[in-house]
């Protein structure tokens, strides 16, 4: 069963997909890929600086993720042209990380894509379940782990469909609005439920 993990910026993905990994679960993450994917020197991150110019290279070759950040978050048109050049790559390594686990014997594969709804991802998926917390809540973490304005944190959030159509979408729902083991609890439920674990 391939499972996919969303919900929102800092709704607690990650925070989740670390309790994943501690049942031994393989966590295809699309974060993690979307760094691989622009390396120093890869053809992604070429089309990125013919695209928005040099001054998103740092002097190392590196993509200068703050200045890329500040440039699409505040751009819908900037957004969808860096998705349109970044997201077909990570598809492709998504793709190749779910085989590989698939052929090592996984029985269940998480792949862990924030985008999921916004890019319309569903089909890769058998399950969909979503991290999902009040908006109260997700802008005072977002702006507490990004040391972020609270505009600019608010540019981040509007930038992704609602938390509440995500839920609507969703095989099931954690909600992250209190403890780290409330959660935790809710995850076992869940996993017990679709039988990844006894
Ligand atoms: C804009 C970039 C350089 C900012 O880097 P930074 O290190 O500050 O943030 P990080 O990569 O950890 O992303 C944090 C969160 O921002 C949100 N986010 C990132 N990119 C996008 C986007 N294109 N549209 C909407 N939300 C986004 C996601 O919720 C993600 O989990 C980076 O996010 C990026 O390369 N984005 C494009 C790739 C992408 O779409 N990634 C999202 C998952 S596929
Ligand atoms: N239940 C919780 N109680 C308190 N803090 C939490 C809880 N869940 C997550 N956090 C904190 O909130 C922040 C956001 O969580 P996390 O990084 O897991 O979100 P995310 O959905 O993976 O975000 P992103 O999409 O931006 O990577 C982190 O600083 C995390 O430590």
Redesign the pocket.
């Given at each position: 069963m391939i499972i996919g993990l969303t919900g929102?910026?800092a709704s607690g993905?990650s925070t989740v997909a670390k309790m994943l990994k501690e049942y031994g679960l393989p966590i295809v993450d699309?974060?993690v890929v979307?760094?691989l994917v622009?390396e120093p020197g890869s053809p992604t991150l070429k089309k990125i600086a013919e695209a928005f110019g040099q001054e998103v290279l740092t002097e190392k070759g590196e993509?200068n993720?703050?200045k890329?950040?500040e440039l699409?978050?505040h751009d819908e048109t900037k957004?969808k042209t860096?998705?349109n050049i970044?997201?077909p790559a990570?598809r492709a390594e998504m793709l190749r990380q779910k085989e590989e686990h698939l052929a090592n014997g996984a029985k269940t594969v998480i792949m862990d894509?924030?985008?999921l709804f916004?890019?319309k991802l569903q089909h890769f998926v058998d399950k969909i379940l979503v991290v999902t917390v009040s908006e109260d809540t997700q802008l005072k973490r977002l702006m507490d782990r990004n040391q972020l304005s609270e505009e600019d944190a608010l540019v981040?959030i509007r930038?992704?469909l609602p938390l509440s159509e995500k839920e609507q979408g969703a095989d099931a729902v954690i909600y992250n609005n209190g403890s780290i083991d409330e959660s935790r609890n809710q995850l076992e439920v869940i996993l017990r439920q679709w039988h990844v674990i006894d």
């Amino acid at each position: 069963m391939i499972i996919g993990l969303t919900g929102s910026i800092a709704s607690g993905k990650s925070t989740v997909a670390k309790m994943l990994k501690e049942y031994g679960l393989p966590i295809v993450d699309a974060d993690v890929v979307a760094r691989l994917v622009v390396e120093p020197g890869s053809p992604t991150l070429k089309k990125i600086a013919e695209a928005f110019g040099q001054e998103v290279l740092t002097e190392k070759g590196e993509m200068n993720r703050t200045k890329v950040g500040e440039l699409i978050f505040h751009d819908e048109t900037k957004r969808k042209t860096l998705n349109n050049i970044i997201h077909p790559a990570i598809r492709a390594e998504m793709l190749r990380q779910k085989e590989e686990h698939l052929a090592n014997g996984a029985k269940t594969v998480i792949m862990d894509i924030p985008l999921l709804f916004e890019s319309k991802l569903q089909h890769f998926v058998d399950k969909i379940l979503v991290v999902t917390v009040s908006e109260d809540t997700q802008l005072k973490r977002l702006m507490d782990r990004n040391q972020l304005s609270e505009e600019d944190a608010l540019v981040r959030i509007r930038s992704q469909l609602p938390l509440s159509e995500k839920e609507q979408g969703a095989d099931a729902v954690i909600y992250n609005n209190g403890s780290i083991d409330e959660s935790r609890n809710q995850l076992e439920v869940i996993l017990r439920q679709w039988h990844v674990i006894d």
